[in-house]
């Protein structure tokens, strides 16, 4: 973006002052390790520059005023308190609340009193691409949370926020894990950043020169309703309800309790059992038919009432229902594993330069999460199908899924030719979009640092 010179303008003419503070939060490209975070399993992502900024101020009061320099979003604005309401689902202001939402909660249960707090007049601006998986959402409540602490002149370190934003994302419905926030906390240019979980813990992977990175926007949009949210909570209860039977399962062979909370626990490390055991007990326990929610609750010993409401509640309170074509845990306990394993082999053919090993990990990523976690959708199959075709080393989906972006690994000299005729099959031949700009759904990314705050006088 050009900085902050309009937004500065932007928040004069709307609160009559100067802001105090800036902020900014990249968007990011996840490379390799969709859909495991949830499960605490490493992941694979790099910060890009398409970002969200902000510059703001602390209020009078204990309200929060934000206003949007660009775009289709009208003014947002509430009270503190000790636990805020949210808006209407889907609505952007909610991950306004859920950055902020975090911080009170971190700070009240240190002994802060919410009038201790200062509201805040906010204006923020963005190029990060809205509902196309490249993280505009998590980078809104990242965002909000570190002009909300700059603004009241507090701090939380790194990890630690990193964790708290993860779990405060959750505030707007989606039951994700933690790589957004992390990626958009801890990027750092021209590095991939591994990140672990449980505990939190990064590492960054060089990213070799000569080879780029391009986001091309399928323009089918994933926006946040509550049917995308079930689809993609339906995939959080499958994987829970596999973890429990695995659980169950071993509790039964090794007479003890097995500390298995999620599939990223499937380790010798966590569990004191061998990898080959591991495998023994996890190999063929599921199969490949759907499971009914009576079926479940039989393997689990539970009546079905109660199995929906251990498994299976919305944040609202209501029970998201049985699909009907029944719950897939083979499918997706396969995907998680071997993506897994996927992303492990990524960071070490990366630190090795093999950028052509990466990306046939990248397709095989791909087809995992068309196949198994069925997270795809034809536009991007196509879209990902002609990267490929032109030249691309790998491409796949990246984000969420159900619409959304591709990126693709091409060398850095293949670029121009590569973007053109994506640009032509793609856009002009298979969408009929001739006549559209084209620079903000299908471009080349740099590798950026990630977010931060500064101090007016920083500039």
């Avoid at 969200?52 to 929060?64: F, L, N, R, S």
């Avoid at 449980?198 to 986001?215: D, H, M």
């Amino acid at each position: 973006m050009d900085g902050f010179g309009n937004l500065i303008n932007g928040f004069k003419e709307q609160y009559g002052h100067e802001p105090a503070c800036f902020a900014r939060a990249p968007g990011r490209i996840n490379l390799i390790g969709e859909h495991i975070d949830y499960s605490n399993c490493p992941v694979l992502p790099a910060a890009v520059d398409r970002e969200i900024i902000a510059a703001a101020a602390a209020g009078g009061d204990t309200k929060v005023r934000v206003s949007v320099l660009s775009g289709d979003f009208s003014s947002r604005s509430f009270s503190l308190e000790t636990s805020l309401p949210p808006f209407e689902t889907g609505d952007w202001g909610n991950y306004v609340k859920g950055g902020i939402q975090g911080i009170l909660d971190y700070f009240t249960a240190r002994g802060k009193k919410i009038e201790d707090f200062s509201g805040i007049e906010v204006v923020i601006d963005g190029n990060i691409p809205i509902a196309a998986g490249m993280s505009s959402s998590s980078a809104l409540v990242v965002l909000s949370a570190l002009i909300f602490l700059q603004a009241n002149s507090l701090s939380i370190e790194k990890l630690e926020l990193a964790e708290l934003l993860a779990g405060a994302e959750h505030y707007v419905g989606t039951r994700g894990g933690g790589m957004d926030q992390a990626a958009i906390l801890f990027g750092r240019e021209n590095h991939a950043v591994f990140i672990n979980f449980n505990p939190l813990a990064v590492e960054y992977v060089p990213l070799p020169e000569g080879y780029t990175f391009i986001v091309a926007d399928s323009t089918i949009k994933a926006p946040k309703t509550k049917a995308a949210l079930d689809k993609y909570n339906r995939r959080t209860i499958e994987c829970r309800i596999g973890t429990t039977i695995i659980r169950e399962k071993m509790e039964k062979i090794y007479r003890r309790d097995i500390p298995l909370r999620v599939l990223g626990d499937l380790t010798p490390e966590k569990l004191g059992i061998s990898a080959g055991e591991i495998g023994e007990v996890t190999g063929n326990l599921f199969h490949s038919e759907s499971y009914p929610l009576q079926e479940i609750a039989s393997i689990l010993g539970k009546t079905e009432s109660d199995t929906a409401r251990e498994y299976c509640l919305r944040k609202d309170g209501t029970i998201f229902p049985e699909p009907k074509d029944g719950f897939k845990l083979k499918q997706r306990f396969t995907h998680v594993m071997e993506e897994w394993k996927r992303v492990l082999d990524s960071a070490e053919v990366l630190r090795r330069g093999d950028m052509q090993a990466f990306g046939e990990l990248m397709n095989k990523s791909h087809g995992s999460c068309r196949d198994l976690y069925e997270i795809s959708i034809q536009e991007l199959d196509v879209l990902v199908d002609m990267f490929r075709s032109a030249g691309a080393l790998g491409s796949r989906l990246t984000g969420a899924g159900f619409g959304g972006c591709a990126v693709s690994l091409v060398r850095q000299e293949d670029v121009p030719r590569i973007v053109k005729e994506v640009a032509e099959r793609y856009y002009s031949e298979y969408l009929q979009r001739r006549d559209t700009d084209l620079s903000n759904l299908l471009f080349p990314c740099k590798i950026v640092d990630g977010a931060k705050t500064m101090e007016h006088r920083d500039g």
